[in-house]
């Protein structure tokens, strides 16, 4: 008898937790982006020439019901620069991130790039790669 009252209680218990799960899933938006890459997120260079500077342009598009601003891209290093738009992209508008890369070392490359966007919590990452010949 007591086994049966203990299940009947963990069981309704759980049966709370699952409404309460359920509900705020529903009430809450947890989609992580509010823009979608339009063009590939990680690009190879391939070979570059040593001392030379290369550039690759990421576009993308704002996907959420809001105007959404880029407010900041990070790189790893001074050897890679970026160029973003400043004014805030109305919803369905769509932009570019100019990424410029100067080959100052030799040999295999590979640069993560942090995107800020003021409607996001994370950063959404680009990845530039390749060799400095």
């Known amino acids: ?18 409404v ?14 509010a823009i979608q890459w339009t063009t590939e997120t990680d690009y190879d260079f391939g070979s570059v020439e040593f001392g030379t500077t290369s550039g690759v342009v990421f576009s993308f598009q704002n996907i959420s019901a809001d105007s959404v601003l880029l407010q900041t891209v990070r790189t790893t290093c001074g050897c890679t620069a970026a160029e973003w738009p400043e004014q805030p992209l109305a919803p369905g508008a769509k932009g570019d991130l100019r990424i410029e890369f100067t080959a100052e070392n030799k040999g295999p490359f590979s640069k993560k790039i942090r ?9 959404e990452i680009l990845m530039i790669r390749g060799r400095v010949e």
């Open 115 to 123: 995107v800020f966007f003021d409607a996001m919590r994370k950063p």
């Open 1 to 18: 008898m007591i086994k049966s009252l203990h299940f009947r209680l963990a069981s309704r218990n759980a049966h709370y937790w699952v």
């Open 20 to 33: 309460l799960l359920a509900f705020f899933s529903l009430s809450f938006d947890f989609s992580s982006s």
